[in-house]
Structure formats: C-alpha cells, structure tokens
C-alpha cells in the first residue's frame, strides 16, 4: 500500500505475532484459563511458571528481532505500545467484577490490550514503505479502529456462540470477571429490577455457569448485543474512512475486506 519492496515485513510479522502469543500466554495465567482455541492452554499443559516464561521469551524475542532491522522510529512504537498493553491488562484486573463500570472505562480497557498492536502494526506497515506522516498516521487510525471493533464483536461472541464454535467456554468473560460492552449496556440501560437481578447473577462470587442462559436473556432483552454490534460497525466505517488517503489499489481493497470481517466473522 505504501510501497514497499523490501523482506523485512516478513520479520516484523513475525515481531507482531510474537507479542501477540506472549499476551495470550500470560492472559491464560491471570485468567486460570483452561482452553483456547479448542485446545487446553499452555498453563494446564505446562504450569503456569513455564507459560510465564515462555510468554517473556517471545516478548524479549520480538524486540532481539526488531533491534536486527536497526530501525529506532520502529522500536519507538513497539516499545510504547507493549508499555501500552501492559496497562491495560493491569486497567482490566482493576475493573474485575466491577459493576459500576463505565463504557469509558471499558473502551480504556479494550483500546490498551488489543487495539494498540493493531495500530502499531499498521502504523509500521507504513514506516517500511515510502509513506508520508499523515499517511502513517491513517494507518494508526485504521488499525486502532479495526482492533476496538474486533474486540467489541470478541465480546458479543462469548455470549452467542457455542463452547463448539468459540473454542472455549462460552460466558467464560462473566466467570472471569471482566465486564465487556454487552454486559455494561444492559445495566446502563436495564430497569431496577432488571439490574438488580443482573447484580445478583454477575457480582463477585455469585456468577456460575448455570446463571448464563438467564443472563443471555437479560442482556439481549436490554439490547446489549445488538448495541455492541452497532458500535462495532461504528468503528469499522471510521477505519474505512482513515483509508481515503490512499488510492484505489488490491492492497487497499484487501484492508478493506479485512475491515467488513471483522464485523462479519464467527469465530
């Protein structure tokens, strides 16, 4: 899209996909998670102290490669963007089990653990190629609206899929403790008794599997899925539009195919 001709983007997908295993890695750890993908995670294969390990492997690993390309602008953005996600794992422990939650709060959350990498890959997309800064930053602006609506359509996928489908345990963000867009619509936006009974079937030790089919009900009576899905596409029409900058190519019709699946996948 930028023109490009070199090899090193092959590295830097490579940098990118280290970081995101080593998050998934640790993720599985704090969250005692015991499948992903439809396979057990690494911490019930392994341990948790060789899935910590390995996970810093691959993070120190990601940078050992980005230092090869010599590169400071490059390792500028990887460095402040792993600092980034950091937060935002330790901003999403913080708000566990929080009711009160606010959908300004979450959008910190989401922004921090998955939109930012999506941003910082796209952002050095244009870094290797011949691009202008305001072309950089377009590409920062797709990519950290792409990776927001991913993550909006992740968390209505936990409530209506199959445990089949989805690979793992649906409800398991309820089990976990981590409020995601569904869920805080519904409150905001549920009745008195509706809430209520939400905070019951959700709080801090209450949440069982076999609340799930009845806070399903809840949330889609209070339209938190759809809401979610609406704010979803919100965002990919705003990455979309980032792309304006640039003419009409098969590269950029490849970014823009990626964008409508993100609103479109099932898994």
């Known amino acids: 899209l930028c ?23 640790h993720d599985d750890v704090v969250d005692n998670a015991q499948l992903r993908r439809g ?5 019930v294969l392994w341990n948790n102290s060789a899935a910590v390990l390995v996970g810093d492997f691959l993070y120190s690993k990601s940078f050992s490669l980005a230092v090869e ?24 422990l913080m708000h566990t089990y929080n009711l009160d939650i606010t959908e300004q709060e979450y959008m910190e959350v989401i922004i921090s653990k998955t939109a930012v990498l999506m941003a910082a890959a796209c952002r050095i997309g244009g870094m290797l190629g011949s691009s202008t800064h305001q072309e950089q930053e377009a590409l920062k602006d797709f990519g950290l609206d792409l990776g927001i609506a991913f993550q909006m359509v992740d968390d209505t996928l936990d409530y209506t899929l199959s445990r ?26 549920s009745i008195p008794s509706q809430k209520t009974l939400l905070k ?13 089919p009845e806070v399903l009900t809840l949330v889609q009576e209070c339209g938190g899925i759809e809401a979610t899905l609406q704010k979803a596409q919100h965002y990919v029409d ?11 190519s098969e590269y950029k019709k490849l970014m823009l195919d990626l964008a409508d699946f993100v609103v479109s996948r099932k898994l």
């Not at 019951?200 to 799930?212: A, D, I, K, M, T």
């Not at 705003?238 to 009409?248: E, G, N």
């Open 238 to 248: 705003k990455a979309v539009a980032s792309l304006d900058i640039f003419p009409d």
């Open 39 to 43: 396979h057990q995670t690494a911490n």
């Open 200 to 212: 019951e079937l959700v709080g801090r030790g209450s949440y069982q599997p076999e609340n799930f």
């Open 69 to 92: 390309m010599g590169q400071l602008g490059i390792l500028d953005v990887l460095s402040a963007t792993t600092n980034r996600m950091a937060e935002g794992m330790v901003l999403e």
């Open 3 to 25: 023109g490009y001709e070199g090899k090193k983007e092959h590295y830097f997908s490579t940098v990118f996909e280290y970081l995101h295993a080593a998050t998934l890695l």
């Open 164 to 189: 089949e489908q989805f690979g793992k345990p649906v409800g398991k963000d309820l089990e976990e403790g981590k409020m995601t867009l569904p869920l805080i619509h519904a409150l905001n936006k």
